[in-house]
């Protein structure tokens, strides 16, 4: 089993900059692609970036691209989300995910295994 931690939210205002962290514990070697989702207020939850396993290959939604990065350490079994020029709309829960596979699809949230618990990130305007 695999546990997921997110950390970095809080309430920024619009234009700042936030990095959320999502550590991986227990049995890290079933974690190969990742991504991170949000799920703002009263909405579904939605698709932000993806990292393959080997941290080369990313996607990230047209929302987001040109502000927001995703990178991995795998030697640290961390995820992270550095966000740049926030904007009130990206307030959200936003939502670590591991998958045990390869090569999926990675917009999909059916393809990862593993979620963490959330942290908020909230831009005021």
């Known amino acids: 089993q695999v546990h997921l931690a997110e950390s970095g939210g809080g309430l920024v205002q619009a234009g700042g900059s936030l990095r959320l962290s999502c550590t991986a514990s227990?049995?890290?070697?079933?974690?190969?692609?990742m991504g991170w989702f949000r799920q703002g207020p009263g909405k579904k939850r939605e698709f932000v970036a993806a990292?393959?396993?080997?941290?080369?290959?990313?996607y990230y939604a047209d929302s987001v691209k040109g502000r927001f990065t995703i990178s991995r350490d795998n030697a640290k079994a961390t995820l992270y989300l550095q966000m740049n020029t926030l904007k009130p709309e990206d307030t959200a829960v936003y939502y670590c995910?591991?998958?045990?596979?390869?090569?999926?699809?990675?917009?999909?949230?059916?393809?990862?295994?593993?979620w963490g618990q959330g942290t908020q990130v909230t831009v005021s305007s």
């Open positions: 995910a591991a998958s045990k596979t390869r090569g999926a699809t990675l917009t999909t949230a059916g393809v990862y295994d593993y």
């Open positions: 990292i393959r396993w080997n941290g080369v290959v990313r």
């Open positions: 227990g049995r890290t070697s079933s974690t190969n692609d």
